[in-house]
Every structure is written in structure tokens, then in C-alpha cells.
Nanobody, 115 residues
């Protein structure tokens, strides 16, 4: 059974940086899009960034220029480098892998930006 496991969340001061990672355990192949989503307290889940198998990226307007998504296809891993973090970036961050046959989600990792 495939599971996605996120890591790298935590508490950081405004202006700081964090790097999230998400890896798949179990047999998985032919992943098309990989992405990061987040759910701020009291709000619905929203897209942060996605990356296609060919490396094309898409970002939410609120994170453009501050966050960078990347992937390692050989390792079935996606990363999210987050710089210049703001208190409004506080949320549970979820990774997502889309294949033609299934859609996988991680359980989430908490990111808190606070002084």
C-alpha cells in the first residue's frame, strides 16, 4: 500500500525558511503531477504549488517568488523550499501525487510562522 510521508515542518520566525519533503513508500510509478496544498486554521485547503513530470511549475499568487517546488523522480520525492515566511503561511501542508490510476495524499505537516 502506497503512503506519502511529509517532513520538514515546524515553528519558524517571520522571514525564516523551511524545506518540506514528501516521499512515497511502497510501489508507485507513472506519477504525473506532484503538488503541495495547505489548510490554514479555520479555512479550506488551498493549492500552494504543483510540478508536472516534465518540470512545469505552478504557484499560488501568495507564494510566488518565495516558494520553490522541485521533484526527484528517481526517489519519488517532492520538495517545497519556503523562504521569507510570513505568519499567514501558517497551515498544515499536504503533499499530493497524481497518477492516471490513483490520487495520493499525505497526512500533513504543521508549519507555524510566529515570533
Amino acid at each position: 500500500q502506497v503512503q506519502l510521508v511529509e517532513s520538514g515542518g515546524g515553528l519558524v520566525q517571520p522571514g525564516g525558511s523551511l524545506r518540506l519533503s514528501c516521499s512515497a513508500s511502497g510501489s508507485i510509478s507513472s506519477i504525473n503531477d506532484m503538488g503541495w496544498y495547505r489548510q490554514p486554521p479555520g479555512k479550506t485547503r488551498e493549492l500552494v504549488a504543483t510540478i508536472t513530470s516534465g518540470g512545469r511549475t505552478k504557484y499560488a499568487e501568495s507564494v510566488k517568488g518565495r516558494f520553490t517546488i522541485s521533484r526527484d523522480n528517481a526517489k519519488n520525492t517532492v520538495y517545497l523550499q519556503m523562504n521569507s515566511l510570513k505568519p499567514e503561511d501558517t497551515a498544515v501542508y499536504y503533499c499530493n501525487f497524481e497518477a492516471w490510476y490513483a490520487d495520493y495524499w499525505g497526512k500533513g505537516t504543521q508549519v507555524t510562522v510566529s515570533s
